[in-house]
């Protein structure tokens, strides 16, 4: 037994070796598959920037490369250094844990080939730590892990009165390589920015939670996100503050082959509370709830819509990389882009709008809603006239007269009264606004704000003209 346990030892290991032997061959490729990924996404979501890879050391168990990330037209020594270590599988020892799998990338700041100014302000803000890691773990087949940590940082401004003080961040993602799909979770520190007179903004501790399922060019058509933090604190002049509790929001997107995409999202905060000495004005105790629902989109067409913005998007970049841009092209994808934003509207597209705020001593509530009810696209639409008809809508307002007292806006409020807009009724100001059949209804009674248009009613509708241009 004795002599079979070494024996083992030694073949365990030199079939890890052989094998990490086997994967260094490959991890080249994996490392730029990795790069070709950052710059896809970079493109999606910061397109002035780009990676670009300036050395690769191969070995055994690990391998060695550094890279640049530069603002288009920048020379290569400018930009932000990079130094990725490249760890060889089957089974890893990193500094972010054990990993097994093909290869594992720790991407961090290479500090060394920052000027010195530069590396000694970030070595003190960072505590000599590195500000930035990065873990990629590659070559598992179409799919990707991601390990995120930022270090706890803190600077002082050229001022010498102003700070940052950053208690770091931590997560962990995954998606595939075409960045079809995202799960994971983002934990972040507080975060506190201050400036003379004690003024400034705190941020409470805060977790992002993606749960997404699908993807298209960085926009979400099925999943779900959702932010939350314990609460932001804004610290104002004269002892002024303000202070929102409890923030959540939450963003749900459902992608139904036959009715299209539901988007539903929602901002909640409790409690809100302001403090205006200057102004003798204090409100404790405040709940704000705000619900956003997007129903009935096409998927094919929300894509072209993309698709028409990340070349319009392009053409911009272009203009001020060299700095003119075809003028005749522009116009060409200006069009697109309208087309396409145009081509969404149509039977089954309906939207809603509700908002939600209450003090203790009284509430305010609104909701709007649109919705598209003809059976043809906005296109087909002849005239103005046809498109109004199309509409159907509503615009509900309660305030209860106490909360317009409290926040001194008991004065502004008479106008709408005054005009027909409003009524008041047991100690609330009320407004009940109704779109339907081309008909528009104020408080119940119809009015003729829609006819008195006149001619320009018959007029043909100026989005039929885009519908002749089909988005490509």
Do not use: C
């Not at 799909?181 to 507080?190: C, H, N």
């Not at 004269?238 to 929602?266: F, T």
């Not at 205006?276 to 997007?294: K, S, Y």
């Amino acid at each position: 037994m004795k002599k079979v346990f070494p024996l083992a030892l030694l073949l365990l290991l030199a079939t890890w070796g052989g094998t990490s032997w086997l994967i260094s061959n490959q991890v080249e490729k994996h490392y730029e598959q990795a790069i070709g990924q950052a710059n896809t996404r970079l493109r999606q979501a910061l397109p002035f920037f780009e990676v670009a890879p300036t050395r690769f050391d191969k070995g055994l168990f690990k391998s060695t490369a550094q890279s640049r990330i530069t603002l288009h037209g920048e020379a290569e020594d400018e930009g932000i250094p990079l130094t990725h270590v490249i760890y060889h599988g089957p089974v890893m020892f990193t500094p972010m844990g054990i990993k097994t799998g093909s290869s594992y990338i720790v991407t961090t700041l290479d500090l060394d080939a920052l000027p010195a100014e530069r590396r000694a302000v970030l070595a003190k803000a960072a505590g000599g730590k590195p500000p930035l890691t990065i873990g990629l773990r590659t070559g598992t087949g179409e799919a990707f892990d991601l390990d995120l940590e930022v270090a706890p940082l803190t600077a002082t401004g050229d001022d010498g009165q102003s700070e940052i003080h950053f208690a770091g961040l931590h997560g962990a993602l995954s998606s595939d390589l075409e960045g079809r799909y995202l799960r994971g979770k983002i934990e972040s520190g507080r975060l506190r920015l201050t400036r003379s007179g004690n003024e400034g903004v705190e941020i409470a501790p805060t977790t992002i939670e993606l749960d997404i399922d699908e993807l298209y060019r960085g926009i979400i058509l099925a999943g779900d996100a959702r932010i939350t933090t314990q609460g932001i604190t804004v610290t104002l002049p004269q002892q002024g503050e303000a202070h929102a509790g409890n923030i959540r929001l939450l963003s749900s997107n459902r992608h139904q082959p036959e009715h299209g995409i539901h988007g539903e999202d929602s901002l909640e905060a409790r409690p809100l509370a302001l403090k205006l000495p200057a102004r003798h004005l204090e409100i404790d105790d405040g709940a704000l709830r705000l619900d956003l629902a997007l129903r009935g989109i096409d998927a094919e067409k929300y894509k072209k819509l993309i698709d028409a913005g990340a070349a319009l998007q392009a053409l911009q970049i272009e203009a001020v990389e060299k700095g003119n841009t075809d003028p005749a092209l522009l116009e060409r994808n200006i069009q697109n882009y309208l087309a396409s934003l145009v081509g969404l509207l149509g039977p089954g597209l309906a939207a809603e709008t509700a908002f939600d705020f209450s003090l203790p001593q009284g509430a305010a509530k609104a909701t709007l809603a649109l919705t598209y009810t003809d059976d043809r696209p906005v296109t087909e639409l002849a005239t103005l006239r046809d498109l109004i008809g199309a509409l159907g809508g509503r615009f509900d307002v309660t305030v209860d007269e106490a909360l317009l007292d409290i926040l001194s806006l008991r004065e502004l409020a008479t106008v709408p009264v005054a005009m027909g807009f409003a009524v008041q009724k047991d100690g609330r100001l009320q407004a009940d606004i109704r779109l339907d059949g081309g008909v528009l209804r104020i408080n119940g009674q119809p009015t003729p704000f829609i006819e008195m248009l006149g001619p320009i009613l018959d007029e043909p509708s100026p989005l039929q003209r885009l519908g002749d241009r089909q988005p490509v």
